[in-house]
């Protein structure tokens, strides 16, 4: 991430802080520490940055949901133990859907984060020629620096 991205997402953050918090002095105000090299702090960094922009971006979870079947019995030398044992539930979810949405001037973007090596899943190309069809923007982003590009572009 560059030095001149990362001042404007902490910017952006401070401007947010000052309206939400106007009794606060600017002193004690402390900006975020935003990165990109992992996955989750590069959607950190496009959520905020969008939503300080005033768009619309949510987060995709497709992983599914532990259910947790444990349950601590007693046996018949008062001995306590664990039963059971943590299952998935499959996601409800579209398979291969993108790890985020936006909204930018009523026009719905989907943004698929991919950090070092990391490819596309099958299921992702058949979500990407699906969304795209549909009249859809799909972009696969690797770095903050790639999305403020791609929302520069957006934005004109």
């Not at 996955?39 to 950190?44: I, K, P, V, Y």
């Not at 949510?58 to 664990?82: A, C, H, S």
């Not at 698929?112 to 899943?121: A, L």
Request: charged share 30%; net charge positive.
């Amino acid at each position: 991430m560059t030095k001149e991205n990362k001042q404007r997402l902490i910017d952006l953050f401070l401007e947010r802080s000052r309206e939400r918090y106007p009794l606060v002095p600017e002193y004690a105000r402390a900006p975020h520490n935003y990165s990109d090299k992992k996955a989750n702090g590069l959607q950190r960094c496009i959520k905020d940055f969008m939503t300080f922009n005033g768009h619309h971006c949510e987060r995709i979870n497709t992983m599914g949901v532990p259910v947790d079947n444990r349950e601590i019995v007693t046996d018949v030398l008062g001995f306590k133990k664990q039963i059971g044992s943590i299952e998935w539930r499959p996601s409800t979810s579209t398979k291969g859907s993108a790890d985020m949405q936006g909204v930018i001037n009523g026009r719905i973007y989907y943004f698929e984060i991919k950090i070092g090596r990391d490819k596309q899943s099958p299921d992702q190309i058949k979500f990407q020629q699906s969304v795209e069809a549909a009249g859809a923007k799909y972009f696969i982003i690797k770095s903050f620096d790639e999305f403020i590009e791609v929302y520069d572009n957006i934005t004109g």
